[in-house]
């Protein structure tokens, strides 16, 4: 089950990664507007519920299926 609790930077990130299909830490943290450190913890946390998958050894994120659920119906401000 997908987790309803996402901070607005944690929503921020899964609408990039839905909407780009992958993204590196970078291109991340700038189309969120935060530095890639905040963004990183946010994708730990993501990572660890399941919402993101990591690939390229950690050089990229996806949005994975409950990550999508988790944020259908919620939009980027």
């Given at each position: 089950?997908?987790?309803t609790d996402l901070s607005d930077v944690e929503t921020d990130i899964l609408n990039t990664l839905s909407e780009e299909g992958s993204a590196?830490?970078?291109?991340?943290a700038r189309?969120?507007?935060?530095?890639?450190?905040?963004?990183?913890?946010a994708l730990q946390?993501?990572?660890?519920?399941?919402?993101?998958?990591?690939?390229d050894r950690g050089a990229?994120?996806?949005?994975?299926?409950d990550g999508q659920r988790a944020v259908s119906?919620?939009?980027?401000p």
């Open positions: 089950m997908a987790r590196d830490l970078y291109a991340l189309s969120v507007g935060m530095g890639p450190r905040s963004i990183q913890a946390r993501l990572a660890r519920d399941g919402l993101v998958d990591v690939a990229s994120f996806r949005c994975t299926r119906g919620k939009h980027a």
